[in-house]
């Protein structure tokens, strides 16, 4: 299982949300650069990089952004999402070096669209997010809730060739509440492509849980930067980071 600490960007900063809701920030770098030199320092081997203001339709994170992905040096892998809402910008973020490009509102309203970029680029290069809440997929960073069933809809996925699907409940974001087990297990019996597990994560023992459920990562982020998990978790070889 790959254990996958998270870099949120808002406003040139590194911050974790509560519940997904804009206006919660917590601060923990002021530098995300800072955020990832600690991260290159720990020994990660991939990273989780994610633009909540391109989520929320600013683009006033790109530089810096583009800083953080070139300064990995093609020497640890990253995934990055937030505002991706054309292939072309895709097809940018791999091309500077990215490993895996997570879509979310653009593959949640053009779901054809993630077959496109999947024959473009390789399906292991596409992680569709599914942000959930009382049952139904949110888009455009959790601030619209739409009519879509998250295990319908990520069957749909599977089969437009996404290679990851990245499942987080909103309500369970940084809230320390423990992931959302039941549903995160439906998805893992639902759907043949590897799970990506977010939101919630409190402790070894959730990630244990998280490990004999089948998912194929977990992200973490507040847990990590408020010392719930030793970083050096990252580096056990019961979750040594699978090369996909």
């Known amino acids: 299982m790959e254990i996958i600490p998270a870099i949120d960007i808002s406003d040139g900063k590194c911050v974790r949300l509560f519940q997904g809701r804009k206006g919660t920030e917590t601060i923990y770098y002021e530098d995300p650069l800072d955020a990832l030199e600690y991260w290159k320092e720990i ?12 989520a929320w339709g600013s683009n006033k994170n790109k530089q810096i952004l583009r800083e953080m ?42 779901p054809e669209k993630i077959k496109i970029l999947s024959k473009k680029i390789g399906s292991e290069h596409v992680v569709v997010a599914l942000d959930y809440k009382n049952g139904r997929v949110a888009t455009h960073g959790w601030t619209k809730q739409t009519n879509k069933d998250p295990f319908s809809f990520g069957k749909k996925i599977g089969e437009y060739g996404a290679g990851f699907i990245l499942f987080s409940a909103i309500e369970s974001d940084g809230a320390f509440t423990g992931p959302d087990f039941i549903n995160i297990k439906k998805m893992v019996n639902s759907i043949d492509i590897p799970i990506l597990a977010a939101g919630g994560i409190r402790n070894e023992e959730d990630l244990e849980k998280l490990h004999q459920i089948g998912v194929h ?3 973490i982020g507040k ?13 056990k070889s019961k979750y040594k980071n699978k090369r996909i």
């Open 223 to 235: 847990a990590f930067y408020e010392k719930k998990i030793d970083p050096l978790i990252v580096k």
């Open 69 to 110: 992905i070139q300064d990995t040096e093609r020497r640890m892998k990253v995934q990055v999402g937030g505002g991706i809402r054309t292939i072309e910008e895709a097809e940018e973020l791999v091309d500077l070096g990215v490993d895996r490009v997570i879509l979310g509102t653009m593959a949640i309203k053009t």
């Open 217 to 219: 990562g977990a992200v």
């Open 43 to 54: 020994g990660a081997e991939r990273l989780h990089f994610i633009d909540l203001d391109g």
